[in-house]
């Protein structure tokens, strides 16, 4: 059974940066896309992120050209980059592992950008 953990979040001034963590831990069996979302409170979850196994990236309009995805499969971890964080990026930022039948989510992160 495979579990993803995340980690790295916390509570930042707007303008500053954090870098979130998903670790999986198990055996995956194939290749994997790697999606984060966020909920922020009394809204619907939102993609926010992606990387295919191909490493194709794709970005939500909100946070492209500040968030930046990476993933290092020898470790079976992937990142997020936040940059120059706002205050409307507070949310609970949640992992994905997706391909086919496999279908994975972590716990989540929570973010709070101070004003």
């Known amino acids: 059974q495979v579990q993803l953990v995340e980690s790295g979040g916390g509570l930042v001034h707007a303008g500053g940066s954090l870098r979130l963590s998903c670790a999986a831990f198990?055996?995956?069996?194939?290749?994997?896309?790697v999606a984060w979302y966020r909920q922020a409170p009394g809204k619907q979850r939102e993609l926010v992120a992606t990387?295919?196994?191909?490493?194709?990236?794709g970005y939500a309009d909100s946070v492209q050209g500040r968030f930046f995805i990476s993933r290092d499969n020898a470790k079976n971890t992937a990142y997020l980059q936040m940059n120059s964080l706002r205050p409307e990026d507070t949310a609970v930022y949640y992992c994905?592992?997706?391909?086919?039948?496999?279908?994975?989510w972590g716990q989540g992160t929570q973010v709070t950008v101070s004003s």
């Open positions: 994905r592992h997706s391909q086919g039948g496999y279908d994975k």
């Open positions: 990387i295919t196994s191909g490493t194709s990236i």
């Open positions: 198990g055996r995956i069996l194939s290749p994997y896309t």
